[in-house]
């Protein structure tokens, strides 16, 4: 039997993280770190199109909040999987460890396992939506 408690805790505890982690990368990353216009010049270094930095920032900045605060968590880190999947994309070829020159890929797939777990789990315990009446609870087995 799964303490009901405990999992809501644990939901809250990997949803907060994975929030903290999706606005480090687009805040202090992509806009103080690299600026938007450097990260749109390597998302172009890349042959992808200068604008998918943009898309990509927007949708870790608004996604990190919505996770953060506990917004519609399941469809948020269902929607930020592709994100990640494109991080897994342009660090596959630089090995395993993210420490390795450009990046490994274990992070980005570990987020996206994170990610996939917390659209299974749900909001979990001191989510916003609670306050409207919506179950913060993760789903039961």
Do not use: C
């Amino acid at each position: 039997m799964i303490d009901q408690k405990n999992a809501a805790i644990a939901a809250f505890a990997l949803r907060l993280s994975l929030g903290v982690m999706y606005l480090a990368h687009s805040i202090i990353l992509k806009y103080m770190t690299f600026t938007l216009v450097g990260t749109a010049q390597f998302f172009e270094s890349l042959g992808l199109p200068a604008a998918l930095a943009y898309l990509t920032f927007a949708a870790e900045a608004l996604g990190g909040v919505a996770l953060v605060v506990g917004f519609k968590s399941r469809l948020v880190s269902l929607a930020l999987i592709p994100v990640l999947l494109g991080a897994f994309w342009v660090h596959a070829g630089n090995g395993w460890v993210f420490s390795a020159a450009n990046g490994g890929w274990e992070y980005p797939l570990f987020l996206i396992v994170a990610s996939g777990i917390v659209a299974l789990l749900g909001n979990g315990a001191f989510a916003i939506e609670s306050a409207f009446g919506k179950s913060a609870q993760p789903v039961r087995a």
